[in-house]
Each structure stands twice: as C-alpha cells, then as structure tokens.
C-alpha cells in the first residue's frame, strides 16, 4: 500500500519552456503533499508544502511565481516549472502523507534537464 | 526548529559484516523519527520510523534503528550488510507539535558495501 506515483520521470526540454510534473497517491487520501529539489549528491530542499483545496505554503527562497503547485483533490497535486531555464534542471521529488504521524510516500522523482 | 545531522558522508564495510549509519536530531518537543533509503535516479524509500514505544525499532530489508532520547540519537543498524544495500540514507525527523506533516531530512549518507 501507499504508492505514490510521479509523471513524467523525466523531461528535456528548450529553455522557456513551461513544464507540468503530476504526483498522485494512487491508494490513500494524501491531505498534504510536499515538492522537493535534490541536487546532485545533495539532500532533498523543500520547495512547498500543499494541502487539497488551499495555496500552497512555499519555503523562504522558493519563487511561487516560478514554481506553481495546484492540489485540486485528495490524490492529485502538479508542479508547474514556468519559463524553465538552465538553473532549474535538477531532480525534483514529491511525497504525500496521509495524516500526522504517519511516513511521507515519495514518488520516483522527475529529472528535469533545461537545454 | 528541528534538525537533523548525519556525521558521515559516506560509510563503507564489508559484505557480511554489520552496519551502523548515524542519525542526531534536535527537536523543541518529542519527535517522529524516519529512515529513507535512495537508490540512483529513484525517490526515497520508507525504512523504518519511531513513533512511541520501543525504542528498537524493526523494519525493512533487516535494518533496524534504536531510539535514544538522552543522546538524542536514532542510528541505523543491520546485523549483516548486502551488497545490495549500497544507497543513499537519509534520516528525517518531525517535531510532534509541528501542526503540518514537514520533515527535515540530514544531509545524507551513502553506504557502500564491498563484496
């Protein structure tokens, strides 16, 4: 139980480009999901915590404007990287959790490379 | 605040021989403890976590982790180490009085099993 799964698992693309990465819990309610960046040989950085049906809370740095996240149900949440340029290539990792306590699920991480 | 420090970058033994990868947390509260395993180019498996209870906690693969809360440690173990064992770990913690579900994750460690 508790698969999360993550789309596309990877992507290269033209600068200015805008991509949409989806994360779904495919068998439990995830209430609040959580995007993540991990450079090479580096720990995960939380980028923005969403909960169903409310903004999403970005960390200090993170330009929302940038990196748009939308939760429209239980089980869906995107990650949106606009205008992508060189510096945003990176692997990005989502996670879902259903309720306090309980491990976060992590999908299998998207690789994004910007040419 | 919390935090998490994993000391050693990288941790090498031999096939067979036991493992200890180490986790210190700090936490204003009482804390939830994880542990992750990262194979390349992958998410973030769940481990093992401690909740409440037993401070050994049992869980995948054979590892197991003790809590202990005067030294504010929650290293992992496992008896007898497998070459298929070399990833990357990561030790996470969250504070219990932490509304959200956010974890803050160490640094993490790569061990390297030698056959």
């Known amino acids: 139980g508790a698969v999360v799964s993550q789309h596309p698992s990877r992507v290269i693309c033209k600068s200015g480009t805008s991509v949409k990465i989806e994360c779904r819990s495919l068998d439990f309610q995830a209430t609040t999901m959580f995007w993540y960046r991990q450079f090479p040989k580096k720990s995960l950085m939380l980028m923005a915590t969403s909960n169903e049906g409310s903004k999403a809370t970005y960390e200090q740095g993170v330009e929302k404007d940038k990196f748009l996240i939308n939760h429209a149900s239980l089980t869906l949440s995107t990650l949106t990287v606009t205008s992508a340029h060189p510096e945003d290539s990176s692997f990005y990792i989502c996670s879902a959790s259903q309720d306090r306590g309980q491990p976060q699920h992590f999908g299998d991480g998207t690789r994004l490379s910007i040419l | 605040a919390q935090s998490v420090a994993q000391p050693e970058d990288q941790v090498n033994v031999a096939e067979g021989n036991p493992l200890t990868v180490k986790c210190t947390y700090s936490?204003?509260?009482?804390?939830?403890l994880f542990w992750y395993v990262q194979y390349p180019n992958r998410g973030l498996q769940f481990l093992l976590k401690?909740?409440?209870?037993?401070?050994l906690v049992k869980g995948s693969y054979g590892f197991e982790a003790e809590f202990n809360k005067s030294q504010t440690s929650f290293h992992l173990k496992k008896p007898s180490a497998l070459v298929s064992d070399s990833a990357l770990y990561f030790c996470a913690v969250r504070d219990r009085n932490n509304a959200g579900n956010m974890l803050t994750f160490g640094g993490g460690t790569r061990l390297m099993v030698k056959p």
């Open positions: 401690y909740i409440t209870g037993d401070n």
């Open positions: 936490v204003s509260g009482n804390p939830y």
